[in-house]
C-alpha cells in the first residue's frame, strides 16, 4: 500500500471515507535499543522504516524537521562544551551570552535540563534579539535523503517550534517562571512574543514553498500547565495568525495536545487548525471520547488510542472495543494513531492487530463505494 498517498487523501479529504493507522513507536525502539542494545525476536537489526513495513502500518515521518533550519545573523555565535556528563549550550550576542545545561541520565539517551536558557528578565531580551535576527533556509538534499528512507510509509511531515507560552514553559524558562515572568515583566515577555511570531512568519513562507503539506505545531499543550486564560491571551491569537498563513498555500495543520484536555476543548474549533494530534482520553487523559468527538465537530483526530492499551494490563478486547468506538465517532476525519505513544512496557504486536481493524474497515468503505485497491 502507498501509505504517503493515503496518508495526504485522509488529511485532504479525498480517501473516500478511508482513515489511516499511523502510530508512533519510536518510544518502545529507543527504550529497548537503550536497555538492551539490541531489539526483540525477529525485529533485531531492523531499521524504523522496516520495523514499520513488518507491522503494516503508516509512519508519522517527523524526520521532514531536519530539512528546515535557522540562518542566524553574523553577531549570533552558538557553541557548547562538555564537561564529564554535563553539556553547556551557548548563544553568544552583542547584548550577552546565555547558557542551558544538560546532565546525561541513566535511564534513556534524553538529557536532563539542570539549567534554563533564561533566568532574568536581561537573558529574555537576549533571547528577543536572536529571534529578531534569525532566519530560515529548507534543505531538498535532507528531503531527498528522508524521502528515499523513508519511502511511502507516511506523507512529508513536520511540527513547528512551538508558540508564546510553550516556547517559555518548555524550551527557555519552565512553568514556573515563565508564569511569574508574565507578571513580573509583561512588557518584555511581549517584546519576545513579537519577535518569536515574526521569526516563525518568515519560517511559514519557507515551509509553503516547500513540498511539505502536513504541518504541526508541536505545542504539548496541557490544560494542567496553560490555563484558559492564558491560552485565550497567549496561544490562541498566535495560531489563528498561523493557520491563516499557511491556509492560503493548502498546507493541512494540526497540533500537538498531549497532556489534560479538559480546561480547552472549548478553544478547539476557534483556532484555525483542521485538527488536533495526541489528544489523550480516559482512563489514561482527563477526557472522554465522546467529549472529544463533541468539541472536535468536524475537526480531524489524530491518534486517539490511550497507550496503556497496549500493555498486557489491559485485554486485547479492551482496545479492540475502543478502536471500533474510534472509528464509529470520528472517521473518515481521523488519522487513527496512539496518545502518546506506545510505550516501552507496550505490546508491539498489538500494533498489527490494530492495522487488522483499520484494513477491514478500508476494505469495507471501498466495497460500499465500489472503489478499487
Not at 80 to 102: A, H, M, S, W
Not at 168 to 174: E, K, R, S, T
Not at 338 to 362: A, F, P, Q
Request: hydrophobic share 35%.
Amino acid at each position: 500500500m502507498n501509505f504517503a498517498k493515503l496518508h495526504e487523501d485522509v488529511c485532504f479529504k479525498r480517501a473516500h471515507g478511508q482513515v489511516i493507522w499511523q502510530p508512533r513507536i519510536q518510544c518502545w525502539i529507543d527504550d529497548k535499543l537503550f536497555a538492551d542494545g539490541k531489539l526483540p525476536g525477529k525485529y533485531e537489526g531492523m531499521t524504523k522504516p522496516e520495523i514499520y513495513r513488518e507491522l503494516g502500518c503508516s509512519a508519522r515521518i517527523y524526520e521532514y524537521n531536519d530539512c528546515f533550519y535557522p540562518v542566524y545573523d553574523d553577531t549570533i555565535r552558538t557553541y557548547f562544551k562538555d564537561e564529564g556528563n554535563i553539556r553547556t549550550n551557548y548563544f553568544e550576542t552583542p547584548l550577552g551570552t546565555v547558557t542551558q545545561q544538560l546532565k546525561t541520565t541513566p535511564s534513556s539517551w534524553a538529557k536532563l535540563v539542570t539549567k534554563e536558557w533564561v533566568c532574568s528578565e536581561e537573558d529574555l531580551k537576549i533571547f528577543t534579539y536572536i529571534e529578531e535576527r534569525t532566519n530560515w533556509a529548507f534543505s531538498q538534499e535532507v528531503f531527498d535523503r528522508v524521502q528515499a528512507e523513508w519511502g511511502d510509509l507516511g506523507a512529508p511531515t513536520i511540527f513547528m517550534p512551538r508558540v508564546s507560552m510553550q516556547r517559555l514553559y518548555i524550551d527557555l524558562m519552565g512553568v514556573e517562571e515563565a508564569v511569574y515572568a508574565t507578571i513580573d515583566y509583561p512588557e518584555t515577555v511581549e517584546a519576545y512574543f513579537d519577535a518569536l511570531r515574526e521569526c516563525h512568519f518568515r519560517l511559514i513562507d519557507v515551509i509553503n514553498e516547500s513540498p511539505i503539506n502536513i504541518i504541526n505545531f508541536g505545542d504539548n499543550i496541557h490544560s494542567g500547565t496553560l490555563s484558559p486564560s492564558l491560552f485565550e491571551q497567549y496561544v490562541l491569537p498566535e495560531y489563528k495568525l498561523r493557520c491563516e498563513r499557511l491556509h492560503k498555500a493548502g498546507k493541512f495543520i494540526c497540533s500537538h495536545f498531549d497532556g489534560d484536555n479538559c480546561g480547552l476543548m472549548e478553544f478547539y474549533r476557534e483556532t484555525g487548525l483542521d485538527g488536533i494530534e495526541a489528544i489523550t482520553p480516559k482512563p489514561q487523559g482527563d477526557v472522554t471520547l465522546e467529549e472529544v468527538h463533541e468539541h472536535l465537530g468536524d475537526m480531524f483526530l489524530l491518534d486517539g488510542i490511550p497507550a496503556v492499551y497496549f500493555d498486557e494490563e489491559f485485554p486485547e478486547e479492551v482496545l479492540v472495543d475502543c478502536v471500533h468506538k474510534i472509528l464509529d465517532l470520528f472517521a473518515p476525519n481521523l488519522v487513527l494513531g496512539i496518545s502518546d505513544e506506545i510505550s516501552s512496557t507496550g505490546d508491539i504486536e498489538r500494533v498489527r492487530l490494530v492495522g487488522k481493524i483499520v484494513d477491514e474497515y478500508n476494505a469495507k468503505i471501498r466495497a460500499e463505494q465500489g472503489i478499487e485497491e
